[in-house]
């Protein structure tokens, strides 16, 4: 086989492999993609694809209470429908109260922004942290995450504007990406905005429960920090 | 730190509360009917708490309750549970250089008819890899498929997607499928 030949297989089995999952490749296809600037753009697209996606698969989300009525019909089948359903409602009720809480204050995206800043070190460390600690962490919060295969380098509870959430360094395709979810104070949010400062940059999203914020250095664009926050993050939806 | 118990039912409301959401979409756009979704889970966790027990790890125990629900909607669907590899995955496949821009369709509902439309055989595989990020190795266990038959699906499925956004982009008329509802909507 002819060099040619050779390169042109190997675009083409690299191809297959992006369309058969752009998040994990095999070093040898990554080599491939690595010297290829129309494979380093499908890569790119299909991450963004997926991130919307990931998005329209979202649309589709639980009633309130779905866990507590599993747990009840698969845990205590036995126990009478009317305990059952004071049960289910006291739940209900209870999210529909949470859910009405208003929201919190303006600097709050510059000061988590100065948060990862401050903490950039934290981006060489390398815990391995399991996904399933950081389900349990966020869901304090209410936060679904979901495992996308993504390295988690680092969880922590961080103390920023008063408030004390939570900061993840994940390893994406996209390159290292800190995250900062801080939990609704009472007080309303800023809309969502993109902001920067020295080699940083930021996406903030209010959304109902929580402030969420996206870190990267400035070769992670604005719109794969968005797409990686819809797809690993669940709650309510944005109040842009 | 979270530490996963030995079975118990402090640790099935544990697995409850952190899967149930994820488990749901995938009951959901399997059954594509919101209350039929909410029953298959029902169902599906009242099983695996009967044999709880069975599964030590957690990464395995997401994995089987995925199965545990696909094996729900296929026995909820009245279906007889058949293996489902396709005989034409083995062909070649005509591949892309690029995929429209996902930024021409403006809203997640706009994607979401289009998913809508798409065969279960490709939108399965596609949500457990978009919406829950797994691997072609984990599609494949549940699915029952070889990884390369997974590989092969998942590129076709991104495949249709892509003809019909296209098919979306040239077309005026209106999607023919409307999915199940945004729950509380």
Redesign the interface.
Known sequence: MSTTENTSEQT?AA???L???P??VSPEAGATISRDP?LQ??RR??L???G?????????????G??E???L???Y?RRSLWAAGVAASVVITAAALFMLKPAADSPLALAMLDHVIESKYELDNDGNVAP??V???L?TFGV?Y?????RVRHLADCLVAGRIGKHLVLSTPSGIVSFIILPDNGQALPKAQKLGKGQFHAVFVPRPRAAYGAFAEKNVSAAELEGLMQ?LF?QGTAQT | MLKWLRPSPAHFDQVVRAYSAELFRYAAWLARDRHRAENILQEAFTRAWKSWSQVESEPARRAWLYTIVRNEFIRDAGRIKARMEDAQEGEPVELADDIPDPGDFATAVEIRDLLGKLPEKYLEPLFLQSAVGMSCEEIAAIMELSVGATMTRMTRARMALRDLMQDDTVSTAKPALRLVQAGGK
């Open positions: 083409r191809r297959h492999a369309l058969a999952d998040r994990r129309a753009q499908l697209q299909l963004e694809a997926d919307r996606l990931a998005q329209a698969f979202d649309e589709v989300r639980p009633a309130p779905l866990a009525r599993i747990i019909r698969a845990r089948r399933a600690r389900q349990a962490s869901a679904e979901r495992d996308m295969g993504y797809q669940v």
